[in-house]
């Protein structure tokens, strides 16, 4: 009994040593004073292990000791096994910044720093800007009709969007742009969102563009030529980076400059014959500018002694010769502008460098730094945006479409994708929210970048389909009154691109993560690289602290212990705990992943994407635990809360149990598991009780649809297109009244005081009228209000012929132009 007794006290000793990473000695003292205790209590062989123990740690723990025998092994194993860091890495992993993503890496999250940086919201001149110019805006767009004809925004549309400066969102107000603020922009392209050609019209030329290439790098001159006008739409910015043979892979872009002399404007300059073909540019049919990235070099050795200069950017004018631009793709589901552009022995001088020729080379640097903040806002807020809407739309419908005498909103196959949908709204607008609030604070979040981009997309899709399912026929038959059909059929386009889902899945999060966000493996590498060894050692040993460490957290904190989280409401501590539970374990898993597969891990794609999971799973709770704890909680919110915040844990559980389960060494699934999942998985799915309230409440004129589904277009002006939203908030207002007289009419037709061949609303209503069941004005009221619902509930039809295009001439042209001319 004493030596159990004995063992368990040296246990939580070391554990809490541990825990706190409190170092070696700390731990050397727990063994030794257990190791004399053993000894003075008549257990002399545990107490001399104990002490042997200590002495070992001394040995491999004391940095005197160490650095003599054992540091420069190991220095020399890493040597061997860390991954080869490319050039074109170095300069991905070295963009943009950390923050969150690094407090949730290290396994002991510090709250204050996410807590401290509020959401102080946007100016009154922004807000003022989404609810007027965004509003009218959204009202002269009809998404049937630019679906169906695939041509493009009104004109009218174009030089509204001009006139206001939609275009120049992010351009200073010095250069004639508007100035707004991250979370500005995103509130204007979730607005936007109602139609994707719309938000992606707007987004694109406020993100990874010649906008904000030319104001980090632009030329003084440049910025005061090009800025004004691309702020009021005298030019219309694309950006050719993507081509045939390199999509994602963007080093590997096959188009050339080689710097030469040659003629320009009458006079022989030294400048850049390009030679490229770039594929699905966004506004390339229209655009007045193009950005061109291209791997440029110097045979002639015209610049200095370097040939291979690198990728490069510069801004050429459409009119440039030998530049063919204008054609079109097809894009699935929204026709924006997006185009093939095509260029042969294409000279311009140096000037159009973007930044000039002291930027020649940088071009891969510039990409991914504005990366690292452009992919945070556009498809993300398209993607939150679309959510808005999406739930508004479907629980609007859900609410007045009846079946079997009752809202199919009551229906419990109906309540479950409902509260699904209001779950991924919620958290989206919280994600999106707060790290735009990070931007303007002055961070660079590369990786939430990439969190963002793959999860809210994924969301969204989800969220359409659910939402599309709810609709059934109503749905999945197109034409004017279809607000959603083609929203869903868009989805792939922002799964595709800025980064195919996949590749950002299983390549980017954790990839660059491991690296970017760990507290000591940059410094690990930094040492390998210069060869350092005490540098290493340093590094090293803190790793392993942080291992031992996070071990300890990951284990004492599954049982409720430590991990405190204070700041926080009562309803939210225990999910700060959590997250603090969950990410020790992350970090722990993630560096027992990197020590056990070493560089092989980059090939190992399906266990890195499970190492993504639960990093984005947790940054995404963590952001919609922050936007419940600044902001007031609506009725009904609090059950939202406990549902997204459930789902999202169990998502990251479930990452950590698969990644254990897919480990190549078993043995170290097992203790892993062990470790970090003790209890098993303390999370699963919601409960049906929080399904249903939710579900009622989004279908509802409720406080807490009205927060959702906030900074929309929700209004329905005169001469504006048809606004289906509005329309199902106002029939929403008018459902407590008319849900009892439902029940009324259907009663009274079951006891017989309605004509038996009373079977359609209308004539229920009219006999109920008649025979003094309802009272006259009730009538009235349930005709308009049954006249609205059939209005929303009906679908398009057409002539005949109505999609049958005129057979175009083709006498005298070939296979591939009569192709092209159809």
């Given at each position: 009994m004493t030596q159990i007794i004995l063992i368990l006290v040296a246990l939580a000793g070391l554990l809490t040593v541990m825990a706190r990473e409190a170092g070696a000695l700390a731990a050397i003292g727990v063994l030794a004073v257990t190791g004399l205790i053993g000894l003075g209590v008549d257990a002399p062989i545990l107490g001399s292990l104990l002490l042997i123990a200590a002495a070992l740690v001394a040995i491999c723990g004391l940095p005197a000791l160490r650095t003599k025998w054992l540091s420069p092994r190991l220095f020399d194993m890493f040597k061997k096994v860390s991954p080869k860091v490319s050039a074109t890495e170095k300069v991905a992993l070295e963009a943009g910044t950390v923050f969150w993503d690094a407090e949730l890496f290290s396994g002991k999250p510090q709250w204050d720093t996410l807590t401290a940086q509020r959401n102080d919201g946007i100016s009154s001149e922004e807000q003022a800007f989404i609810d007027q110019q965004c509003s009218i805006a959204c009202g002269m767009t009809n998404s049937w009709e630019i679906a169906r004809e695939r041509a493009d925004l009104p004109a009218e549309l174009w030089e509204f969007l001009k006139r206001e400066k939609f275009f120049g969102m992010i351009i200073p107000k010095q250069y004639g742009g508007l100035g707004f603020s991250a979370k500005a922009q995103s509130l204007v392209l979730q607005k936007l969102a109602v139609n994707e050609t719309l938000m992606v019209t707007v987004g694109v030329p406020n993100s990874l563009g010649p906008g904000e290439l030319l104001l980090k790098y632009g030329s003084e001159e440049q910025k005061d030529f090009y800025l004004p006008r691309l702020a009021d739409g005298r030019e219309i910015p694309c950006f050719g980076l993507t081509g045939p043979r390199a999509g994602s892979d963007a080093t590997s872009i096959p188009d050339t400059g080689i710097v030469c002399r040659d003629m320009h404007e009458g006079e022989e300059v030294v400048g850049i014959r390009l030679n490229f073909e770039k594929r699905w540019i966004t506004l390339a049919p229209v655009a007045t500018v193009v950005g061109l990235a291209f791997r440029m070099f110097d045979p002639e050795h015209l610049l200095g002694d370097v040939e291979d200069i690198g990728i490069s950017c510069a801004l050429i004018p459409r009119d440039t010769d030998g530049m063919d631009i204008g054609r079109r793709h097809h894009p699935i589901g929204a026709p924006f502008m997006n185009g093939p552009i095509f260029g042969k022995d294409v000279f311009i001088p140096?000037?159009?460098?973007?930044?000039?020729?002291?930027?020649?080379?940088?071009?891969?640097?510039?990409?991914?730094?504005?990366?690292?903040?452009?992919?945070?806002?556009?498809?993300?807020?398209?993607?939150?945006?679309?959510?808005?809407?999406?739930?508004?739309w479907s629980a609007g419908f859900a609410r007045v479409r009846r079946q079997f005498n009752l809202p199919v909103a009551e229906m419990e196959g109906v309540q479950e994708p409902l509260a699904r949908m209001a779950a991924m709204n919620y958290i989206s607008q919280a994600a999106v929210l707060h790290t735009a609030n990070m931007i303007d604070n002055g961070h660079k979040p590369a990786v939430p970048s990439a969190i963002l981009k793959s999860q809210l997309t994924e969301m969204a899709r989800s969220l359409l389909a659910d939402g599309m399912d709810i609709h059934g026929g109503r749905g999945v038959t197109l034409g004017p009154r279809n607000y959603i059909g083609v929203a869903y059929a868009g989805t792939p386009v922002s799964i595709t691109v800025e980064g195919a889902n996949i590749m950002t899945r299983n390549l980017m999060i954790f990839g660059q993560g491991a690296i970017r966000c760990h507290p000591y493996v940059l410094d690990e590498l930094a040492a390998k690289d210069a060869d350092d060894l005490n540098a290493f050692d340093s590094a090293f040993f803190s790793h392993a602290g942080l291992i031992f460490g996070n071990a300890a957290r990951a284990f004492t904190q599954s049982f409720g212990i430590g991990g405190k989280a204070s700041g926080f409401d009562a309803i939210a501590t225990p999910y700060a705990r959590h997250i603090n539970r969950v990410s020790a374990a992350f970090s722990l898993s993630a560096d027992a992943a990197m020590a056990s597969l070493g560089a092989s891990l980059k090939a190992r794609e399906m266990l890195s994407a499970r190492l993504g999971d639960v990093l984005s799973n947790l940054y995404l709770a963590s952001l919609t635990l922050k936007q419940w704890h600044e902001t007031e909680a609506t009725e009904h919110e609090e059950a939202l809360f406990h549902y997204s915040m459930q789902w999202l844990l169990h998502r990251a559980e479930t990452a950590l149990d698969e990644l254990f389960a897919n480990l190549p060494n078993r043995a170290l699934g097992t203790i892993l598991r062990?470790?970090?999942?003790?209890?098993?998985?303390?999370f699963a799915m919601p409960k049906d009780t929080l399904t249903r309230e939710i579900a009622r409440a989004v279908s509802t004129d409720s406080a807490l649809r009205t927060k959702l589904t906030a900074n929309t277009w929700d209004v329905q002006d005169e001469g504006q297109q048809d606004n289906a939203l509005a329309r199902y908030n106002a029939l929403l207002k008018d459902y407590p009244r008319a849900e009892p007289i439902y029940k009324t009419l259907a009663k009274a037709y079951h006891k017989g005081e309605i004509p038996a061949d009373a079977l359609s609303p209308e004539e229920r209503i009219e006999a109920a009228v008649e025979a003094g069941i309802l009272s006259g004005e009730d009538g009235d009221f349930m005709r308009t209000f049954e006249a609205e619902v059939l209005d929303m509930l009906t679908v398009d039809h057409f002539e005949f012929d109505a999609f049958v295009r005129q057979t175009m001439s083709t006498e005298g042209t070939s296979s591939n132009e009569q192709q092209n001319a159809a």
């Amino acid at each position: 009994m004493t030596q159990i007794i004995l063992i368990l006290v040296a246990l939580a000793g070391l554990l809490t040593v541990m825990a706190r990473e409190a170092g070696a000695l700390a731990a050397i003292g727990v063994l030794a004073v257990t190791g004399l205790i053993g000894l003075g209590v008549d257990a002399p062989i545990l107490g001399s292990l104990l002490l042997i123990a200590a002495a070992l740690v001394a040995i491999c723990g004391l940095p005197a000791l160490r650095t003599k025998w054992l540091s420069p092994r190991l220095f020399d194993m890493f040597k061997k096994v860390s991954p080869k860091v490319s050039a074109t890495e170095k300069v991905a992993l070295e963009a943009g910044t950390v923050f969150w993503d690094a407090e949730l890496f290290s396994g002991k999250p510090q709250w204050d720093t996410l807590t401290a940086q509020r959401n102080d919201g946007i100016s009154s001149e922004e807000q003022a800007f989404i609810d007027q110019q965004c509003s009218i805006a959204c009202g002269m767009t009809n998404s049937w009709e630019i679906a169906r004809e695939r041509a493009d925004l009104p004109a009218e549309l174009w030089e509204f969007l001009k006139r206001e400066k939609f275009f120049g969102m992010i351009i200073p107000k010095q250069y004639g742009g508007l100035g707004f603020s991250a979370k500005a922009q995103s509130l204007v392209l979730q607005k936007l969102a109602v139609n994707e050609t719309l938000m992606v019209t707007v987004g694109v030329p406020n993100s990874l563009g010649p906008g904000e290439l030319l104001l980090k790098y632009g030329s003084e001159e440049q910025k005061d030529f090009y800025l004004p006008r691309l702020a009021d739409g005298r030019e219309i910015p694309c950006f050719g980076l993507t081509g045939p043979r390199a999509g994602s892979d963007a080093t590997s872009i096959p188009d050339t400059g080689i710097v030469c002399r040659d003629m320009h404007e009458g006079e022989e300059v030294v400048g850049i014959r390009l030679n490229f073909e770039k594929r699905w540019i966004t506004l390339a049919p229209v655009a007045t500018v193009v950005g061109l990235a291209f791997r440029m070099f110097d045979p002639e050795h015209l610049l200095g002694d370097v040939e291979d200069i690198g990728i490069s950017c510069a801004l050429i004018p459409r009119d440039t010769d030998g530049m063919d631009i204008g054609r079109r793709h097809h894009p699935i589901g929204a026709p924006f502008m997006n185009g093939p552009i095509f260029g042969k022995d294409v000279f311009i001088p140096l000037s159009y460098l973007i930044g000039g020729q002291e930027m020649a080379g940088q071009g891969w640097k510039m990409l991914v730094e504005c990366l690292s903040v452009g992919r945070c806002i556009t498809l993300p807020s398209g993607s939150a945006g679309i959510s808005r809407y999406a739930l508004g739309w479907s629980a609007g419908f859900a609410r007045v479409r009846r079946q079997f005498n009752l809202p199919v909103a009551e229906m419990e196959g109906v309540q479950e994708p409902l509260a699904r949908m209001a779950a991924m709204n919620y958290i989206s607008q919280a994600a999106v929210l707060h790290t735009a609030n990070m931007i303007d604070n002055g961070h660079k979040p590369a990786v939430p970048s990439a969190i963002l981009k793959s999860q809210l997309t994924e969301m969204a899709r989800s969220l359409l389909a659910d939402g599309m399912d709810i609709h059934g026929g109503r749905g999945v038959t197109l034409g004017p009154r279809n607000y959603i059909g083609v929203a869903y059929a868009g989805t792939p386009v922002s799964i595709t691109v800025e980064g195919a889902n996949i590749m950002t899945r299983n390549l980017m999060i954790f990839g660059q993560g491991a690296i970017r966000c760990h507290p000591y493996v940059l410094d690990e590498l930094a040492a390998k690289d210069a060869d350092d060894l005490n540098a290493f050692d340093s590094a090293f040993f803190s790793h392993a602290g942080l291992i031992f460490g996070n071990a300890a957290r990951a284990f004492t904190q599954s049982f409720g212990i430590g991990g405190k989280a204070s700041g926080f409401d009562a309803i939210a501590t225990p999910y700060a705990r959590h997250i603090n539970r969950v990410s020790a374990a992350f970090s722990l898993s993630a560096d027992a992943a990197m020590a056990s597969l070493g560089a092989s891990l980059k090939a190992r794609e399906m266990l890195s994407a499970r190492l993504g999971d639960v990093l984005s799973n947790l940054y995404l709770a963590s952001l919609t635990l922050k936007q419940w704890h600044e902001t007031e909680a609506t009725e009904h919110e609090e059950a939202l809360f406990h549902y997204s915040m459930q789902w999202l844990l169990h998502r990251a559980e479930t990452a950590l149990d698969e990644l254990f389960a897919n480990l190549p060494n078993r043995a170290l699934g097992t203790i892993l598991r062990v470790i970090a999942l003790p209890r098993g998985r303390q999370f699963a799915m919601p409960k049906d009780t929080l399904t249903r309230e939710i579900a009622r409440a989004v279908s509802t004129d409720s406080a807490l649809r009205t927060k959702l589904t906030a900074n929309t277009w929700d209004v329905q002006d005169e001469g504006q297109q048809d606004n289906a939203l509005a329309r199902y908030n106002a029939l929403l207002k008018d459902y407590p009244r008319a849900e009892p007289i439902y029940k009324t009419l259907a009663k009274a037709y079951h006891k017989g005081e309605i004509p038996a061949d009373a079977l359609s609303p209308e004539e229920r209503i009219e006999a109920a009228v008649e025979a003094g069941i309802l009272s006259g004005e009730d009538g009235d009221f349930m005709r308009t209000f049954e006249a609205e619902v059939l209005d929303m509930l009906t679908v398009d039809h057409f002539e005949f012929d109505a999609f049958v295009r005129q057979t175009m001439s083709t006498e005298g042209t070939s296979s591939n132009e009569q192709q092209n001319a159809a």
